[in-house]
């Protein structure tokens, strides 16, 4: 009988496998049936069909023992669709359904070439105190179903954001449904922030590269133009980006986070019904020597800077050096006084800092600081006429919500775009005599062929087409090779801006 329980792993990219005490398979996902095929379909499908002789005795008997003795994660040998035997670095987890017992395998491909010969044919695995092993069992499955659940739900939120965001680009300032849609943006943005944190939480290996050299103007105008179209015209905004800004390396969504905390300050500064100007402007800082700003130390170096001032109510002298405390606060219930401690930790984790100027009735001014390199970013002018195309986009995704999203919004602003669910089904497009693409956007992250595959066989046969990688979750290994990274879960404006930015340097290059 099977179990009522949700599997939870079906879109996970590892093979899963559900099975009884005695190795009866009672489901599969989708990775398990691309790597073992016909060998575990059918009502009567076993464990024991894909059980390697390498790992000595059988399957049924593998189970018993884990059984009796949980042991961590170890490598077994599998044998996959096309007859050869593979190593997987295999996870058991066991519960209780029904009083009757069954066992989740998790199978991750092993990068460890195995000894052509090995001296014993015995599984090793690790020796821990039972109930030590069987906790850490059940916290590899929580992490391995928070991989799974962050990525589903930013493919969802993908969806949300982008078609919300182009409604409101096409709705006029007073149109009845624009309130509703911002408060369907903000909360696809919570959300978004909910599922991001999910996957840091699941993520075992921290990212050990640095960030990738991002567009701080772009973070910094999407954020004001967020804040206009929700004040209206409460505020007078004067937006002053720098044209040629350096190059600065950070995480988007982290500085993002940050940028609109200062400016949801600037207007909480205001009365309820209150009016003024909100200013925000962006520059290149070159410190030949140490420098002090306010509370800010500033080494000798290249920085950008972006200053957002208000003429607000301002703040006190007395409150001014407490204002960075956690639980410090001078606004009323319900703010809890962790905002700018929040944009304190974000600008000094990326090695800048965060100096604020105020004077009670005359405004505040606050100037968040980011070391940077002295490159110069190809600027993406985000008006819509500039964001229109004609060129041919290949957009690769298992997720037809994704698919659906990418192609209403690009052809709507006169992309043709093509689809396709997964990499062998965009190197068929590809290949096709009449075939014309110029650029492929691709989900890192698929059944069968994943992105990182479909980009090195694209850069095999077409070194000059630029690809470019998107995830909620996984970071592209190879950045330098890549026409950028759009992150999961992004608007239809972000998507547009990549989009134009890859295809403008692509045409750089080839002149």
Known sequence: MKPEVVFGLENAVWPAVLVNTSGAVLLTNAAAKNFFGANLSGETANLAAVWAAENGGSA????????????????????????????????????????????????????????????????????????????????????????????????????????????????????????????????????????????????????????????????????????????????????????????????????????????????????????????????????????????????????????????????????????????????????????LALVYGIITNHGGGVAISSSVGMGTSARVYLPADRTLLREVISASKELRGSDTVLVVDDESLVLTMAETILSDFGYKVLTASNGQKALAILNQPDSKVDLVITDLVMPGMGGRELMERIRQFDPSLPVMPTSGYVLPEDKKNSAGYLQKPFTSTELLMKVKAALVAAKVVDA
Not at 122 to 139: I, N, R, Y
Not at 141 to 165: E, I, K, M, P, W
Not at 295 to 316: F, H, K, M, P, R
Request: aromatic share 8%.
């Open 60 to 339: 049924t008997d593998f189970l018993t023992r884990w059984e009796q003795s949980p042991a961590a994660s170890g490598v077994l040998k599998f044998k996959t669709a096309t007859g050869a035997v593979s190593p997987f670095l295999t996870t058991v987890c066991q519960f209780n359904s029904d009083g009757k017992k069954w066992f989740v395998l998790q199978l991750l491909p092993n990068n460890v070439t195995p000894p052509a010969q090995p001296a014993t044919p015995t599984v090793e695995l690790q020796a821990l105190v039972p109930g030590d092993a069987a906790l850490k069992q059940k916290l590899d499955c929580v992490l391995q179903l928070a991989r799974t659940v962050s990525l589903d739900f930013n493919n969802a939120l993908t969806g949300v954001l982008a078609h919300t965001s182009l409604l409101l680009t096409k709705a006029e300032p007073e149109h009845p449904w624009r309130r509703s849609l911002l408060e369907v943006e903000k909360s696809a943005q919570r959300a978004a922030e909910i599922a991001g944190e999910l996957a840091q939480f699941s993520r075992q290996e921290k990212e050990k590269s640095r960030a990738p050299a991002g567009n701080l103007n772009a973070v910094v105008t999407r954020c004001a133009e967020f804040f206009q179209n929700a004040q209206g015209a409460r505020f007078n905004w004067k937006l002053s980006p720098e044209k040629s800004l350096f190059a600065a390396r950070f995480d988007e969504a982290k500085v993002q986070q940050a940028i609109t905390k200062v400016l949801e300050n600037a207007v909480e500064s205001f009365a309820a019904n209150g009016t003024g100007q909100i200013a925000v402007s962006t520059r290149n800082v070159e410190l030949t020597e140490a420098t002090q700003d306010r509370n800010v130390q500033l080494a000798a170096g290249t920085y950008v800077c972006v200053e957002i001032s208000d003429s607000g109510s301002g703040i006190d002298a007395e409150s001014l050096p407490r204002i960075f405390e956690p639980f410090f606060t001078t606004k009323r219930p319900p703010h809890r006084g962790l905002g």
